[in-house]
């Protein structure tokens, strides 16, 4: 019964134009041809120098972050975006308070004075850019600058959030509420901010496909 079914579609296919009887082996060749292998990006495989090379700022200025996490965590889990991500926020998350504090102490100021000397790292700049704190009036310059100042004086760390989607009005929205914390509640919220920015960086890069040691 089957035998007959395709028989009958093979005859009724045949009176078509432009039908393709198709091996196995010719579908594959065909599809070789549109979608050509491309290299993955395996930080599994890379050397420990150049994955923290790649990946040591991710975690900014923290390149401890992304050593523990390759003497501990190296596999293929580690090839994606998202596999990289936990097992650097394992590590982050595994560290001392004082250890997460010195990463929060190393993120700049939001429109800060290492913005205006155009001293921050590449990440950072492209990140505050995205939220038009590189062009903002002398208005919000002056109010960045203060709460700058009063959030540093309260927490002892500076002002932690991804600011990728939101605009310069919400981020200054946003400070106001976060003031409000407690130190616990503002270092666990930092905390989760820093990761949220290290995931948003790992997938700039992972979409990049850029590494010294492509495999």
Not at 6 to 28: C, E, M, N, P
Not at 130 to 141: F, K, W
Not at 171 to 193: D, H, P, V
């Amino acid at each position: 019964g089957r035998l007959q079914a395709v028989k009958s579609f093979i005859d009724y296919a045949a009176q078509k134009t432009g039908v393709w009887f198709a091996s196995r082996l010719s579908i594959a060749e065909c599809w070789q041809a549109a979608y050509p292998f491309k290299l993955r990006y395996r930080p599994s495989q890379m050397p420990k120098k150049d994955f923290v090379s790649a990946f040591g700022s991710i975690f900014e200025h923290s390149p401890w972050v992304a050593e523990q996490a390759y003497d501990t965590e190296i596999s293929p889990a580690i090839d994606t975006a998202t596999g990289l991500h936990s097992a650097l926020c394992r590590q982050f998350r595994l560290a001392s308070p004082e250890q997460r504090l010195a990463v929060l102490n190393a993120h700049p100021d939001l429109a800060g004075k290492l913005a205006k000397a155009k001293l921050l790292t590449d990440a950072s700049t492209i990140e505050q850019a995205s939220a038009g704190l590189d062009v903002l009036t002398e208005a919000q310059q002056l109010a960045f600058t203060k709460l700058n100042e009063a959030y540093k004086q309260k927490f002892a760390f500076p002002f932690i959030i991804a600011v990728k989607g939101l605009s310069a009005s919400e981020i200054e929205s946003i400070f106001e509420q976060r003031l409000g914390n407690t130190k616990e509640q503002e270092f666990a919220e930092a905390c989760q901010q820093v990761e949220k920015i290290a995931g948003l960086r790992l997938i700039d890069l992972f979409a990049q496909n850029v590494t010294g040691n492509k495999k």
